[in-house]
């Protein structure tokens, strides 16, 4: 159980990230096939849920009741960091570091990203759950 307490915030932000997956690819701020396979189990489960039209419009805004604007700004700031990403590697940055890595899955999806060394810093637990 320390595992999912020591890495609830990335779990929780992996599954922020998975919601953009619900628009179409054209519609994405960016595309992360990884959000959803990097979720335990039961969080997958509950996100395959959300598949139904219904069900997800009613989650999503009863989030953006309980917590205005903060869907919007954690998306967006994914695509910010991902473009900042891909400028610096075309402008030849060799090494990355991501500080509270989480869940985040920019070392397996940036192309370009093999090309360089990449550092991820997170707790033991998290570490471990991805």
Sequence with gaps: M?????????VATSATRVIELYYPEDK???????AFKLLPFWWRITFRLLY???LRSAVLSLRERRM??????ILCRKRYIDDVLKRSLEDGIEQVVILGAGLDSRAYRITGMNQVQVFEVDLPGTRKLK
Aim: charged fraction near 20%; aromatic fraction near 12%.
């Design 68 to 73: 205005p604007g903060t869907l919007g700004a």
């Design 28 to 34: 994405r701020l960016f595309d992360d096939q990884f």
């Design 52 to 54: 139904l039209p219904g």
């Design 2 to 10: 320390k595992i999912i307490s020591e890495s609830f915030a990335g």
